[in-house]
């Protein structure tokens, strides 16, 4: 999307290059479907590296916007700060439909669990509990990480409280 090199021109760097290769693939993803706040944030980076280009090149570049394919003339020193876009406010949190879904991941996740560890320990002893164990360790990253995902925290919460239930009840098959 720069202009065309001239010779004596020095190399651009690493990260310059690989930004100027995101940019354009996020320019061709955008222009296809982008919100105008999209595109606005897409010119302006453009700009952004088109400034980083002439500095390191000590004069100015052309630019050719994605979205009109207008040309621009950038010169050394032209950057400025990324526009943030607007987040959109959030809705109202879906309590019922949320929490339906969290005991249905709790109810699944806490019999899966107990069948898979009495099936387990049936074979094997009590090598369930290190099995079990590695079994929440390594969803407990997962889990952790889609807390805040709109959807995806009611299945997290669920799975959560079911793996805590199974080991409840785990825990208590051994005392009877």
Do not use: H, K, Y
């Amino acid at each position: 999307m720069l202009g065309d090199r001239q010779p004596g021109d020095p190399p651009l760097p690493v990260d310059l290059q690989d930004a100027l290769r995101e940019w354009a693939a996020f320019a061709t993803a955008v222009t296809r479907s982008g919100r105008p706040e999209e595109l606005a944030v897409l010119r302006r980076r453009g700009r952004q590296l088109a400034s980083r280009a002439a500095d390191v090149l000590g004069r100015p570049v052309e630019l050719v916007d994605p979205v009109t394919g207008d040309v621009e003339s950038v010169r050394v020193g032209a950057t400025g700060p990324i526009p943030r876009l607007d987040p959109t406010p959030p809705g109202p949190t879906p309590w019922i439909t949320g929490l339906t879904v969290a005991a249905f991941f709790a109810v699944f996740v806490a019999i899966a669990d107990v069948v898979l560890s009495r099936s387990f320990a049936e074979a094997f002893g009590l090598v369930w509990v290190p099995a079990n164990l590695l079994v929440g360790l390594g969803l407990s990253p997962s889990l952790w990480l889609v807390r805040r995902t709109p959807f995806w925290r009611w299945p997290a919460l669920g799975a959560t409280v079911g793996l805590g239930v199974a080991w409840v009840v785990l825990l208590l098959g051994l005392l009877g």
